[in-house]
Structure formats: structure tokens, C-alpha cells
């Protein structure tokens, strides 16, 4: 009976043992054909079936566009036709003058404010004058960029135009130094991380969802210290963090305004809303009090005078208007000019005691007004001292603003 019974219990024994041996890898989750597979990158369209709505509206903003392969010598493309976009002038009018598509490996931006080259070496076309195609404003244009000069294309610079973007290894064939990426343009995996965890089981492996500023700040910026960088009388362009922490808005952050999903530049065609608040929400009453002239075709709203063009990326309409819009929010009514914005040495915005910036008048009006030299928008005519008189108390009794956290 004792022995009947030992035997009984090594046969209980061995029978999960057998059990496993016997499974199939259907139903086996500890079979090594459905073990988790490591994380890597899997792209974006493995995002698409079950996230379809942001998948149809990022596709068509231009962060996927950072960085476009040349393949077998056929020009990317890009999500808009000629009339919204800059991408059928690229595929129209590049690559550079005497060269061809198959010349180059990528193309750096080209959805909205300009178009540069990589070569297969890695490095940037710079020859002549002709390097870089600017799209912005009234038509494609022609300009010098590192004229003639060795510009590599490497870690340093693609690491905001890229996903999975590493110092590691080279991704031009034969050289070193260079760095890898997975994919070029920011693709969904940069911000929520490697998906191939979460595309096995998308219950058990959640994404990362980092809504904070500091993940943009990645890369809207240009300055180890969160400087605003100032060049040729403009602010640089990819500096909206550092602006932002640097105005009244630092609190609200980025995704207090945006959907990071969505396009901005395009957001009257593309899918979604990339402008998500609008000013009156938080800042009830500011319209009703404004003492601007309103009414009419091409009245200002909140944004021409508080996010005036002061940002330069291809090029500048006038000396008062660039190609971005500013984020620094505060104007200064004083009856001042633009070098009163930047610190003596014109390197950087100035920032007061309580570490913000603020717009000078000249950019926050002379883009519908001009100047008494007649540079401008067109309109009529004002001195930086008539400008002061008007903007003092433009909005008179200001009225409480609303948190977006109340809302």
C-alpha cells in the first residue's frame, strides 16, 4: 500500500511535466514561440489597426517627415498636394540643380519651411549656392547652406529628426563616428517608446504616455541652459520650450494647447486639431475688452499680436516678420524696437526678474502696420511711440484668468 501510494505521487509529479512537453504552441503562453519577444522598434503602421484616429492624424503632420529616405533613386512624398504642402515642390523641384535622386540617400524636412540633402557618404549637400530649398512664403527659392563646407549628417543632428536615434554604430556604409537611428522622421515610438512589446500583448505591456513639456523640450530647443537663441534679428527656430518655460505659459505647457498627434502648419486640411485652446477658454473677457479696432477683414486675433512671427526657420518676409510663431506670449509696451528684446551681445532673448521674456512692439505690430520707413505689413503707418500709447492698457481692466486645471 506505502508503495502503491509513493508511486502514485511521482506520477502527480510527472504529470505538469508531461503536460508541458505535450502542449502546443496554440494554447502554451511558456512556449518559446509565444514568450515576449525583446523590445525593439516596429513602426508606426503597427500602431495604425488599433489606434486608428491618431495614426490618421500624425501621419499627415509633418513630424513623420523630420527625415525622408531616397529609395532607388525615387523622391519621397510627402501628404499634401501643391496647394497645401511643400511636398510636390520638392519632388518638382529637387534635388539641387545638376543632380539627381540618386545622388542622395535622404531629404531633411521638405513638408513645410525647407528642404536639405543627405549624400550616401552622410554628409549634407553644400555645393554652390543652390543646398537648400526654401518653401516658405511666396514660392520655392534657392539658397547657400555651409557653402562648400564638409557638414556630416550625424548623431548630433539627426537625433530630432529620427526615432531610435543612437551614437552607436554608422549608418553611411564604410564610415564611423556617424551614429544609427531606426527610422527616420519622429515616428510614434521617439516619444511612446519601442512597441514590440505591446503590439504581442497590448494589455500586459503598456506604452509610455509622457504628456510633460519636458519630452518636447527634447528637442524644441537649442540651448544646454534653456536659453532662447537669437540670430540675424530672429529667434531660432525649434526653440518653442524654451520659450515657453520662459513666458506665462510655462505652467500650461505644451499639451495645454496642442495635440501632439496633429498638425499646426496644416491644420485647416489635415485631420484633428493641432491647436486644441483657444485663447478666450482660459482668457475669458480679453476680446470684449480689447480696444484695437475689430470688425473688420483682417482684424487682429489674440495670436498675431502675441505670437507674432518672431521665429526664423527658411526665411523672413521683412525684418519684422519671420516664418515661426513666437511662444513667448508677453508683449512690452514700451516704445521700444527689437534689439530691446535681445541681451547686449544680441545672442539671446532677454529675460526680466522673473525669468520671462517679452515681444517688442515692432514684432507684434508691424506685421499689419509699417514702420515710418514703410517696412511692414502694408498698413498704415505708426511710430513706435503712437504703437506705446496704443498698447498701454490695450485690454483695460483685466480680468481673471481661467486655470486650465478649473476648466
Given amino acids: 500500500m506505502t508503495r502503491t501510494l509513493r508511486g502514485l505521487g511521482w506520477l502527480f509529479l510527472l504529470l505538469p511535466v508531461l503536460a508541458l512537453t505535450a502542449c502546443s504552441d496554440d494554447d502554451c503562453p511558456t512556449c518559446e514561440d509565444n514568450a515576449a519577444p525583446q523590445l525593439s522598434y516596429v513602426g508606426s503602421q503597427s500602431c495604425e489597426a488599433c489606434h486608428q484616429a491618431n495614426y490618421d492624424s500624425f501621419i499627415k503632420s509633418g513630424h513623420p517627415y523630420k527625415l ?18 511643400s511636398g510636390a ?64 549628417y550625424n548623431y548630433d ?43 504581442f500583448d497590448p494589455q500586459t505591456f503598456r506604452m509610455k504616455v509622457d504628456d510633460t513639456p519636458e519630452l518636447c523640450g527634447r528637442c524644441h530647443t537649442r540651448d544646454s541652459q534653456n536659453r532662447v537663441a537669437v540670430s540675424g534679428g530672429f529667434i531660432r527656430h525649434h526653440e518653442q520650450y524654451d520659450e515657453t518655460i520662459h513666458s506665462p505659459h510655462a505652467a500650461v505647457g505644451c499639451g495645454g494647447c496642442h495635440d501632439p498627434h ?60 519671420g516664418d515661426i510663431a513666437s511662444h513667448t506670449f508677453t508683449i512690452n509696451p514700451a516704445a521700444v524696437g527689437k534689439s530691446a528684446m535681445w541681451t547686449s551681445d544680441g545672442k539671446f532673448v532677454a529675460l526680466d526678474e522673473f525669468g520671462r521674456g517679452a515681444i517688442t512692439l515692432d514684432f507684434a505690430c508691424y506685421s499689419c502696420h509699417n514702420d515710418p520707413a514703410g517696412v511692414g505689413g502694408g498698413g498704415s503707418p505708426k511710430t513706435l511711440a503712437e504703437l ?17 486645471s478649473s476648466r
Fill in 68 to 85: 525622408s529616405a531616397v529609395t532607388n533613386g525615387v523622391a519621397p512624398t510627402y501628404p499634401w498636394d501643391i496647394e497645401h504642402s
Fill in 89 to 152: 515642390i520638392v519632388e518638382r523641384d529637387g534635388p539641387p540643380p545638376g543632380t539627381s535622386w540618386s545622388d542622395f540617400a535622404y531629404v531633411i524636412g521638405g513638408y513645410g519651411w525647407k528642404a536639405r540633402w543627405v549624400k550616401p557618404d552622410g554628409n549634407v549637400y553644400t555645393a554652390g549656392t543652390q543646398a537648400q530649398l526654401n518653401l516658405w512664403g511666396s514660392g520655392p527659392e534657392w539658397v547657400p547652406y555651409h557653402q562648400d563646407q564638409v557638414k556630416p
Fill in 157 to 199: 543632428c539627426f537625433k530630432c529628426h529620427t526615432t531610435g536615434a543612437s551614437q552607436t554604430g554608422s549608418w553611411p556604409a564604410g564610415t564611423t563616428g556617424f551614429g544609427t537611428f531606426a527610422f527616420g522622421g519622429v515616428q510614434c515610438e521617439e516619444c511612446h517608446g519601442q512597441g514590440s512589446q505591446h503590439v
Fill in 262 to 321: 496633429a498638425s499646426v502648419k496644416y491644420d485647416d486640411v489635415a485631420p484633428g486639431n493641432g491647436v486644441t485652446t483657444e485663447c478666450v477658454t482660459c482668457h475669458t473677457g480679453f476680446d470684449t475688452n480689447l480696444t484695437h479696432v475689430k470688425g473688420f477683414a483682417g482684424a487682429p486675433d489674440c495670436t498675431d499680436c502675441h505670437m507674432p512671427k518672431a521665429a526664423k526657420s527658411a526665411r523672413a518676409e521683412h525684418e519684422y516678420r
Fill in 388 to 404: 506705446s500709447a496704443k498698447a498701454t492698457g490695450m485690454h483695460g481692466v483685466l480680468p481673471k484668468v481661467v486655470a486650465l
